[in-house]
Each structure stands twice: as structure tokens, then as C-alpha cells.
């Protein structure tokens, strides 16, 4: 059973910056594409930031909306996924989720961490 936790959530002031973490539990971390997403109060789930196992050379792809703001990365050997988050805004309040995809296609999910930005 794939088990993701994510922490580093928090409040944050418009420009400031944070990083999230994604703790997952499964024993071929490296093949699998890992992601990040959002949720903010009463809006649908949207794709922040993604990026690819180890066989398609770990290659990253983002929302235009965080594009040159948020940085995605991954330490294998921890089996960790990062997402750092520079330049908050208050639009990018929301809860964050982190996300696996197996190389056959199933995706499992992580419960959250709430980023408020506000002053």
C-alpha cells in the first residue's frame, strides 16, 4: 500500500516563501512520476507541478500559474518530493497534495497541507 504524508504548510506573507515536503512509502520510488496540486476553498483540484520517474529522465512540467515561482524536486534515496515556493500570493492559498503515478497508471494521493497567504 503507497502511503504519501506532506508537511511544511503554514501561514506565509504575500512574497514570502515555503517549502513543502512529501514523505512516501513504496518500494519503487524512482520509477514513479510524482506531483503536486492544489485545492483552494470551494474551487476544483488543480495541477501545480509535476515530474517524471527516473526513465523519462525526471523531467518537469508546470502550471503557467506558478511558472518561474515554484521549484519541483525529488531525493530518490529518501523517497522524498519537494515542492519550494517562492513569491507567494494570496491566490496561491490552498490546500497542497502531493501525488504518485505508478508506470501503469495509478495514482495515489496524500491527505494535504494547508499554505495560507495573508497578511
Known amino acids: 500500500q503507497v502511503q504519501l504524508v506532506e508537511s511544511g504548510g503554514g501561514l506565509v506573507q504575500p512574497g514570502g516563501s515555503l517549502r513543502l515536503s512529501c514523505a512516501a512509502s513504496?518500494?519503487?520510488?524512482?520509477?514513479?512520476?510524482v506531483a503536486w496540486s492544489r485545492q483552494a476553498p470551494g474551487k476544483e483540484r488543480e495541477f501545480v507541478a509535476q515530474?517524471?520517474?527516473?526513465?523519462?529522465?525526471?523531467?518537469?512540467n508546470y502550471a503557467d500559474s506558478v511558472k518561474g515561482r515554484f521549484t519541483i524536486s525529488r531525493d530518490n534515496a529518501k523517497k522524498m518530493v519537494y515542492l519550494q515556493m517562492n513569491s507567494l500570493k494570496p491566490e496561491d492559498t490552498a490546500v497542497y497534495l502531493c501525488?504518485?503515478?505508478?508506470?501503469?497508471?495509478?495514482?495515489?494521493w496524500g491527505k494535504g497541507t494547508l499554505v495560507t497567504v495573508s497578511s
Open positions: 501525488s504518485l503515478t505508478t508506470p501503469v497508471g495509478t495514482t495515489y
Open positions: 515530474m517524471s520517474g527516473v526513465y523519462s529522465s525526471s523531467s518537469t
Open positions: 513504496v518500494s519503487t520510488f524512482v520509477i514513479n512520476d
